[in-house]
């Protein structure tokens, strides 16, 4: 099966690919030719991922997923959240800058209760370029922001973000064991279970 996933992320590219495995072909935006700055204009991440698969499947007319995920905490009541990635202002994927200000916000409050939480949108298209199927995927892990970055691994909040059960956070714990417990992780494991039986 061939399939376009929405991202030019190398970071997640390769995430989904090692766990999706031989049986699906995953395409990238690059992979199609698509340079188009895709919008992202809703204000829930399951918005957010839709809209994407729909920009792809309506202009490509290819099966396609998208991703959103946003790191909801507690005391910030649920923020970052959709704005997870553009955080700290600018044009977005500012790590540093946004574990700053995340941090800066906390202070010294305890409660550091938090969340990863990633939507996929599946848009598959039947031979006539119409689409046959539209599900989503959700994968949700729990933990705790620490109070000083650690590890090198990872992007994004990773090295700030230490999932429940664990002494390390993502950046500590390597790709590999993320791969196998991230939020991505349990989402693309719901959608691989439902393309395998198409």
Same mark, same amino acid.
């Given at each position: 099966m061939k399939i376009v996933f929405a991202?030019?992320?190398?970071?997640?590219?390769? =995430?989904?690919?090692?766990?999706?495995?031989? !049986?699906? @072909?995953?395409?990238?935006?690059?992979?199609?030719?698509?340079?188009?700055?895709?919008?992202?204009?809703?204000? *829930?991440? /399951?918005?957010?991922?839709?809209?994407?698969? /729909?920009?792809?499947?309506?202009?490509?007319?290819?099966?396609?997923?998208?991703?959103? *995920?946003?790191?909801?905490?507690?005391?910030?009541?649920?923020?970052?959240?959709?704005?997870?990635?553009?955080?700290?202002?600018?044009?977005?994927?500012?790590?540093?800058?946004?574990? *700053?200000?995340?941090?800066? /916000?906390?202070? @010294?409050?305890?409660? !550091?209760?938090?969340?990863?939480?990633?939507?996929?949108?599946?848009?598959?298209?039947?031979?006539?370029?119409?689409?046959? *199927?539209? @599900?989503?995927?959700?994968?949700?892990?729990?933990?705790?922001?620490?109070? =000083? !970055?650690?590890?090198? =691994?990872?992007?994004?909040?990773?090295?700030?973000?230490?999932?429940?059960?664990?002494?390390?956070?993502?950046? =500590?714990?390597?790709?590999?064991?993320?791969?196998?417990?991230?939020?991505?992780? !349990?989402?693309?494991?719901?959608l691989a279970k439902y393309l395998s039986?198409?």
């Open positions: 991202t030019n992320n190398k970071h997640k590219l390769d =995430e989904i690919r090692s766990i999706l495995g031989s !049986r699906v @072909e995953v395409l990238s935006l690059a992979d199609i030719n698509c340079h188009d700055d895709i919008p992202e204009t809703g204000t *829930t991440l /399951e918005a957010n991922a839709m809209q994407k698969a /729909e920009y792809i499947a309506n202009k490509y007319g290819m099966s396609v997923f998208a991703d959103d *995920t946003g790191l909801e905490v507690d005391a910030l009541n649920g923020a970052p959240g959709v704005y997870s990635a553009r955080y700290a202002g600018g044009d977005g994927h500012d790590s540093e800058a946004n574990m *700053t200000k995340l941090l800066a /916000e906390l202070g @010294e409050n305890n409660n !550091r209760n938090a969340r990863f939480r990633t939507v996929i949108a599946l848009i598959i298209m039947n031979d006539n370029g119409q689409q046959a *199927t539209v @599900e989503q995927f959700e994968g949700i892990v729990n933990g705790t922001i620490i109070r =000083e !970055r650690r590890g090198g =691994e990872g992007f994004g909040y990773d090295p700030i973000f230490q999932p429940e059960g664990y002494n390390e956070t993502f950046a =500590e714990l390597g790709n590999d064991v993320k791969n196998t417990i991230s939020h991505r992780a !349990r989402a693309v494991a719901k039986n198409k």
